[in-house]
């Protein structure tokens, strides 16, 4: 969409393959091929058992595929982890975590690595840019654990970003949130793909907040997957094909409601039980 | 107060009960931080009553305890690590290694009293006599604490980010079960050596109470473990020191034990943090 030259595999950021996962005797993931191209916003949709953690985790290197093959930058995933930013579902730290902010940021940076820091110039002056660049700057020095939602989130994905990622998966950060942070972080990520160039896979149960944002949605129901623009997968026909019985898609003041998924039963059930 | 401390440091017993007990102290604290934020104090108090079992066995046979405490403690604990990978497994692991343990243990000792007819071994090893530690110990004893705490400073980073974010980390391929079973083999150190000063029963406190209270004010963990030694480190000194001095009160003229003055004062340490004004709110304010 952003960059319509950039179609060729060789540019491609993620790639995957014909992969298949099957975890404890059930397949979570069947024949899913798909390739993102560098800077892309993708939003990963569906319904809660659909694989979505799960297509995380392969992207991860820390769930291996039954079949098929997955390329980041032309790499495996496990020798690839250093590309990889991720932003793990539910970060809710004791209210007395001796950890401020500003070394919330820093693990992001050099966490892995055996030893103390011994600080340094460079390594202070990395952490100030990322910490600004997510508009933390303010609160730099407070404990994590008195932090609000969108607080923590913009740190995670400062966390994430100091590494230099090519790829960056976020799970979830829009649960827990306000609107306004919503807002925030979703336009967050946008810059992150958009201005930064990072190729990133939001997952949300919800696709409302990130429709400004999203270049393209990979809508994941019963072990399928669908890939495009909102327009094209986001609808009646498609889904209702992708989960294998009839679903309706409704637009209302520029919202989206899915309706007759799995999801939605205890939304639309109050009326079809009437 | 200056004849009070001239009489302590004039003391053979007194001077080798602190110098081995600060050692213990500064290690102790400084590990015990991790096992406050890992919420580990079940698996460290359980590798207190472990060592017991090695350290009766060790007496049997003539050894110092401290080599008895330490190796079957790090045993103990690579066990504990080994069977429970989730947090309820771990919880059950420790469990069944803790039984076991205890119920030889309950055997070594009952072979202890029957032998020697005195309960002196017994008694010193579940609630600790740092008096009557042999001061050929502080050698290693120092060893195995600069062990314990080169250890934690190799592990910092990585353990700071396994523990705090362990999502994450797993994500950046920091070696998480590897870390988890390193940290338990200084953890044991620490917990051993505390077992000496504080006895098996008793060891779970020099851990966490200024280590929980480190936490509480620190602003970073690495701060919080500076904060953790030295108040473990006064903490055991002023234990001594009382212990000491109560060789005059009643009832027996014999001294009180040192673990019931370390256990009181890490119980104020523990209140005070708790009930004292938080220094990081404060901070906040001035922050923003």
Not at chain 1, 106 to 120: C, H, K, M, V
Not at chain 1, 174 to 179: I, S, T, V
Not at chain 2, 265 to 282: C, F, K
Request: aromatic letters at 6%; charged letters at 15%; glycine letters at 10%.
């Amino acid at each position: 969409m952003r960059n319509p030259a950039a179609d060729i595999p060789s540019d491609a950021v993620l790639q995957l393959d014909d992969v298949g996962v099957t975890l404890g005797g059930r397949t979570v993931l069947e024949g899913l091929s798909f390739s993102l191209r560098p800077g892309e916003f993708v939003g990963v949709i569906g319904p809660n058992g659909a694989g979505k953690t799960t297509l995380l985790k392969v992207v991860l290197g820390l769930v291996r595929p039954d079949g098929g093959r997955v390329l980041i930058a032309q790499q495996d995933p496990r020798a690839a982890r250093r590309l990889v930013g991720y932003v793990p579902q539910s970060f809710t730290p004791d209210p007395d975590l001796p950890l401020r902010a500003r070394d919330l940021v820093a693990l992001g940076l050099d966490g892995t690595r055996w030893g103390f820091s011994l600080g340094g110039a460079q390594r202070r002056a990395k952490i100030e840019e990322a910490l600004r660049w997510v508009d933390a700057g303010h609160y730099a020095d407070h404990p994590v654990g008195r932090l609000s939602g969108g607080e923590l989130q913009r740190l995670l994905v400062a966390q994430a970003l100091i590494a230099e990622p090519r790829i960056m998966l976020l799970d979830e950060p829009l649960a827990n949130l306000d609107l306004r942070s919503q807002d925030e972080v979703v336009s967050l990520v946008g810059r992150v793909a958009h201005e930064r160039g990072v190729t990133v896979l939001l997952v949300t149960h919800d696709m409302n907040p990130i429709l400004g944002v999203m270049d393209r949605i990979l809508y994941l129901a019963q072990g399928q997957a669908a890939l495009g623009t909102v327009d094209d997968v986001v609808r009646g026909d498609v889904l209702s094909r992708l989960y294998g019985h009839h679903v309706d898609v409704v637009r209302v003041h520029g919202r989206i409601l899915v309706i007759g998924t799995p999801d939605a039963e205890s939304l639309t059930c109050t009326t079809c039980d009437a | 107060m200056s004849s009070f401390l001239a009489s302590l440091l004039g003391s053979p017993a007194v001077t080798a009960a602190l110098l081995i007990g600060s050692m213990v102290a500064v290690t102790s604290g400084a590990v015990g931080v991790f096992v406050v934020l890992r919420a580990q104090s079940f698996a460290g108090h359980a590798l207190g009553d472990i060592g017991s079992t090695g350290a009766a066995a060790a007496y049997l046979v003539g050894l110092a305890p401290l080599y008895g405490f330490i190796s079957v403690g790090v045993i103990g604990g690579l066990a504990i690590e080994g069977l429970g990978n989730r947090a309820r497994e771990r919880d059950i692991a420790t469990g069944i290694v803790l039984s076991l343990m205890l119920g030889v243990g309950a055997l070594l000792l009952y072979i202890l009293t029957q032998r020697s007819n005195a309960t002196g071994g017994p008694v010193s090893i579940l609630f600790g006599s740092i008096f009557t530690v042999d001061p050929r110990t502080a050698l290693p004893v120092a060893l195995f604490s600069l062990a314990a705490l080169l250890l934690m400073l190799l592990l910092y980073r990585p353990l700071v980010y396994a523990t705090l974010n362990p999502q994450a980390a797993q994500a950046r391929g920091v070696p998480v079960t590897l870390l988890g079973a390193l940290f338990m083999v200084a953890l044991a150190i620490a917990v051993e050596e505390s077992a000496l000063v504080a006895g098996a029963l008793l060891s779970t406190a020099l851990l966490i109470g200024p280590a929980a209270a480190a936490v509480r004010w620190a602003r970073s963990v690495g701060q919080a473990m500076v904060l953790a030694a030295a108040l473990s480190w006064l903490t055991v000194i002023a234990g001594i020191a009382l212990a000491y001095q109560s060789y005059v009160w009643p009832p027996g003229h014999r001294g009180w034990p040192v673990s019931f003055f370390i256990v009181m004062l890490v119980l104020a340490e523990y209140l005070l943090s708790r009930l004292g004004r938080r220094p990081r709110v404060i901070a906040r304010k001035e922050a923003t």
